[in-house]
């Protein structure tokens, strides 16, 4: 009985044995397999990055010639000086020279008016004080001498006035319109030559346009065919000389209109001082008298 106990009791330690190396052998095989499945998975997924990254590596290659192409085939935009160039010399250079010295003259003369009647600005109610104050306290060599200091045809007209004192105010006044005739003329000097590049430059590019027309017209009579390409740049070209000798005579326009401005302007002071300086004058030898 007890031999049969014991020999229960060493199957049983053996199938307990037997088990717990089959659990080890088991557990192994699964760390084993896990193992080798993560290694796999690893490796297609740098298989993977690998294949992406040939791939954005090509098409990056690919986009940078077309890119460059891109930049290559876009054209460069010109500014606005450029085309005025590129069309002015596409007018042809007979007629576009006369037009451009049309506008040269002309701004040539709107500038030297322009400075020549700023310079001729007098703040006449200061003058006026300034050559009452000095008739009163040193007589009329005083008040010429404030005349003979201050630039612009209204200290002129006022010189020339007590110049002519000592003869009577009614030559005092005609001096006075004498003098002011003058100095309109000379506000005026040059303005006649701008009026006429006005009108020329306009002329000169309608003249143009025939000429060129007329070209045009002998190309086609020589082709003994109407071509579209060869009508469409005989116009253009003859076109051209209109459009810049408009332009001249709007930019002259403006100036020439500033200029008569400002003439009227200093016309108009001119008078009302003279007024005043004749006032002036009567209420100084009535104290004189």
């Given amino acids: 009985m007890k031999k049969a106990l014991s020999l229960l009791a060493i199957v049983a330690l053996s199938l307990g044995t037997v088990n717990a190396y089959a659990q080890e052998d088991m557990a192994a095989t699964e760390e084993v397999a896990e193992t080798a499945a993560t290694e796999t998975m690893d490796s297609a997924d740098a298989a993977v990055d690998s294949a ?53 003259l002309g701004l040539a003369l709107v500038i030297e008016r322009i400075i020549y009647l700023t310079f001729a600005q007098t703040n ?85 346009t025939v000429i060129g027309m007329i070209g045009a017209f002998d190309a086609i009579e020589a082709a003994g065919d109407i071509n579209p390409s060869l009508v469409a740049g005989g116009i253009k070209v003859a076109l051209l000389t209109t459009v810049f000798g408009l332009i001249t005579a709007i930019i002259l326009q403006i100036f020439y209109n500033l200029i008569v401005a400002m003439i009227d302007g200093i016309v108009i002071k001119m008078e009302d001082a003279s007024i005043s300086f004749m006032d002036m004058l009567v209420e100084y030898n009535k104290k004189n008298a």
Wanted: glycine residues 10%; hydrophobic residues 45%; contains cysteine.
């Fill in 52 to 104: 992406a990254a040939t791939t954005d590596s090509a098409a990056t290659q690919e986009e940078a010639p077309a890119e460059e192409a891109a930049v290559e085939e876009a054209p460069a935009e010109k500014g606005f000086t450029q085309i005025l160039k590129e069309k002015f010399i596409e007018g042809g250079a007979f007629f576009m020279s006369f037009v451009l010295l049309a506008l040269v």
């Fill in 124 to 208: 006449t109610e200061k003058l006026l004080e300034e050559v009452e104050g000095a008739l009163n306290n040193g007589g009329v060599e005083a008040a010429k001498e404030v005349c003979r200091n201050t630039r612009g045809p209204v200290a002129t007209i006022f010189f020339e006035g007590l110049d002519h004192y000592d003869e009577g105010l009614d030559m005092v006044d005609k001096s006075i319109m004498s003098v002011g005739s003058v100095e309109n003329g000379k506000l005026e000097k040059g303005v006649s030559w701008i009026s006429l590049f006005i009108a020329l430059a306009p002329m000169l590019g309608f003249m143009g």
